[in-house]
């Protein structure tokens, strides 16, 4: 093993100077909470600054863990347990896999305890935490667990809708089932529930507010616009996404040979977010809504529940984050719904597409955050941002016509009210609806028929039937992995 590169303590890694014979408690936690999570290791015999310190007697430490683990959790995790020689000096390695009788508990003190792993902490799983690891040792999650709620007492417009129009087929009644929905008594699961059209889980609703300034105190109207959105996860992810519409100013400026689209907040990115902050959410925690607060210079969108196994976003490669799925019956119905894909590429399609953009800048990313509690994203204004460094330049705004702010919203950017008319994100006149197709997907090469009709404000029919009529526009392969490609104009 190359010590040097678990030295750092990590989520994954804990070190000690010794085996506390007297303090059993101080290390046996850190075990608990490993077979509760991903796994994990503990290092003994290296200190606090990461000084190789080795132990005196390493195997009769050995053996002595080996017994406090099988006296004091329950049930017995699956360790291995080595010693190793580093710069002549002895180390305890005790490896702890991952485990699937979840909670480990750790006995001792006439008390029974679980631990749960919080960035590089071995902390008590609260009420909700140990709910999860129940679950989890029984191979359930909440979404697939049975409600009180029969089938027939809830209709499913929605879901059936957005399936006949992602799929172009109806929704067979034998999809409930297969979906994981209903069970064979005719009850509902709460992924069931959570689809339903008239959801009756009071911690799934979306608050979504537009405030006035970079606070959420920022003058005499604190709020210039809100929605507190119930219903069905379709719903809530439709409703959701118009709201953040209707509040996304989209500028605009001319360059010799094309004109310049600038949205403060590019909607695909945004969307990938919410449809996360809604499937993987942690339904388990009472009294917790997911948030949308838009201010002048950012958006910031707020789930409840940790990342999985405890570990921080923040500290984390952006690039390798592995796919764990909270509520997978849920993330499998929005695959099928079109709103997600199953191999788990969320945090690509959140940025790649901001870093494809031709005015992008670094500060244009949005920063990801997580803690016990919540998961959260913020992103920046990119108007503000590109504004920041091209100041001289004269720009207008594409009036979107779900504004209800009207120039209020426009003040705060700074910009000259002018573009063009009857647009939402994006919109422009039908005689420059070519133009902006063709440049969308050169720009986006993987952006769907649907979202081009949501951002310029047209019907889905006349999108197609543009494209249609645009034989240097192609779409090659078929449905996730497939692209468009621009080709050049016959002459």
Request: net charge negative; glycine share 10%; with cysteine.
């Amino acid at each position: 093993m190359d010590i040097a590169k678990h030295i750092g303590e990590t989520t994954e890694y804990d070190k000690k100077q010794e085996v506390e014979r007297r303090k059993v408690k101080s290390w046996l936690k850190s075990v608990s909470s490993f077979a509760n999570g991903g796994g994990g290791c503990l290092l003994f015999g290296i200190s606090d600054d990461d000084s190789i310190i080795g132990l005196v007697n390493a195997k009769a430490d050995a053996e002595f863990v080996s017994q406090k683990i099988k006296e004091r959790i329950d049930p017995m995790p699956q360790i291995d347990l080595n010693i190793e020689c580093v710069e002549g000096k002895e180390l305890l390695i005790l490896h702890v896999h991952g485990g699937e009788d979840t909670p480990y508990y750790y006995i001792g003190d006439s008390v029974l305890e679980t631990f749960v792993r919080i960035g590089n902490e071995s902390v008590v799983a609260d009420s909700t935490e140990h709910k999860r690891l129940v679950l989890r040792g029984r191979n359930s999650s909440f979404d697939a667990r049975p409600s009180d709620e029969m089938f027939e007492d809830y209709a499913f417009s929605k879901l059936r809708s957005r399936y006949y129009a992602w799929n172009g087929l109806s929704f067979d009644k034998k999809l409930y089932r297969s979906f994981g929905l209903v069970d064979n008594k005719g009850i509902l699961t709460y992924a069931g529930l959570l689809m339903a059209d008239e959801c009756p889980l009071r911690q799934s609703r979306v608050f979504c507010t537009r405030w006035n300034g970079k606070t959420k105190a920022g003058g005499s109207i604190d709020a210039l616009d809100g929605a507190e959105i119930t219903g069905g996860l379709v719903t809530l992810l439709e409703d959701t996404m118009s709201f953040i519409r209707r509040n996304n100013r989209t500028l605009w400026y001319k360059e010799p040979m094309q004109r310049i689209e600038i949205p403060q907040y590019m909607e695909r990115c945004v969307m990938e977010v919410v449809v996360n902050a809604l499937a993987h959410r942690d339904y388990l925690i009472q009294g917790s809504e997911v948030h949308v607060d838009m201010y002048d210079d950012r958006m910031v969108i707020y789930s409840p529940g940790s990342m999985p196994e405890g570990r921080l976003i923040q500290t984390m490669n952006l690039e390798d984050i592995p796919s764990v799925r909270r509520n997978p019956v849920i993330a499998d119905i929005f695959a099928q719904l079109g709103y997600m894909e199953r191999k788990g590429s969320g945090m690509g399609k959140i940025i790649n597409p901001i870093k494809a953009l031709p005015y992008f800048e670094e500060k244009m990313l949005p920063t990801f955050f997580s803690d016990r509690a919540q998961f959260t994203v913020t992103f920046p204004n990119m108007i503000l941002a590109w504004q920041e460094t091209h100041p001289n330049i004269e720009v207008n705004f594409v009036e979107n016509k779900d504004d209800t702010q009207g120039d209020t919203q426009d003040g705060t950017q700074g910009g000259t009210q002018g573009g063009t008319q009857g647009g939402t994100q994006g919109g422009t006149q039908d005689d420059d609806l070519d133009k902006w197709i063709e440049y969308q997907v050169a720009v986006y090469p993987k952006i769907t028929t649907e979202e081009l009709a949501s951002l310029s404000g047209k019907g889905l029919r006349t999108i197609k039937r543009r494209i249609a009529k645009m034989p240097h526009i192609v779409y090659v392969g078929s449905g996730y992995s497939g692209h468009w490609e621009v080709k050049p104009k016959e002459k």
